[in-house]
């Protein structure tokens, strides 16, 4: 580690981010617990009330009497968005400040970090036109198609954007198209909600080479745990599969299932395929983004957690 970090009176947002399966959220509570500080997610799928056993969402018992910020904040028939989440994620961590306590960002969600820490363009109105023609265009060639596009245009968006999320696809092609620009060069330019904060972030990667049987293991107990009841229940009390809730890794697997396009077990194996994918792209958003102090080990290992707090200048805090 570099020179450890001083909590002083300045304002100050300390993150964990980082691929998923690296044990952030353990990490988050340890430092938590010896900062005397309060969690706020930054998970773009966590925020939406019902979609829980996909998400992992961390349970009581894991929170350890961590208060939790921005977990089912929003009906999983309406659609939050990174906007959104950098002004509630910016309100609460004022909160957590002016009670005297640390707030702390927890998750992998690339886009969310950057609104909250670097600012969000808020982009052109909706044109019509244009994404009409880009419906067709994935009509006809598929929405894979499209990311291709942008990933000409636009790398970076890319990286972050899966590569059948049609809606962010075509919002991000759509701003290309109307400006002239891509959404990374417009976001060069915007200023965080959190102006004049100091930001201290941590980065974990993970080195254990069996990643993939972890994420199947984990896959296996969300279906075990009744995932795809958790969709039927949601569909049947009004959310349509078209609901951006539905949009992220395993849900969007989950409705292609009931649609016919494969059955539960290439269903799995595309989940745990997918993961493995955003764990990538994950790894290569975050090292691009700037100041971030890497760990190299799980955040459930007690050793990493010394070493996060070691940073701080926090020996080793309380038992977790």
Sequence with gaps: MTEPWTLDSRPQLVSVVGPTATGKTALGVALATALNGEIISCDSTAVYRGI????????????????????????????YSAAAFANDAAAAARD??????????????????????RGLFPGPARHDEIRARLERIAGRRGVESLHRWLARVDPVSALRILPRDLKRIQRALEVYLVTGQPLTTHFENTVSPLAGWRFLTIGLIDPRPDLEQRVARRVDAQFARGVVAEVEALIASGVPETAHAFSGLVYRQIIEMRQGVRDEAATRTLIVRENMRYARRQVMWFRKEPDVRW??????????????????MVPHGPSW
């Design 295 to 312: 760990l190299t080990g799980p955040g459930t290992d007690p050793a990493i957690q010394h070493e996060a707090l070691a940073a701080f």
């Design 52 to 79: 829980d056993i996909g998400t992992d969402k961390p349970t009581l018992e894991e929170r350890r009497g961590i208060p939790h910020h921005l977990i089912d904040v929003v009906d999983a028939t309406e659609t």
């Design 96 to 117: 957590i400040r002016a009670r005297g306590k640390v707030p702390i960002l927890v998750g992998g969600t690339g886009f969310y970090y950057r609104a909250l820490v």
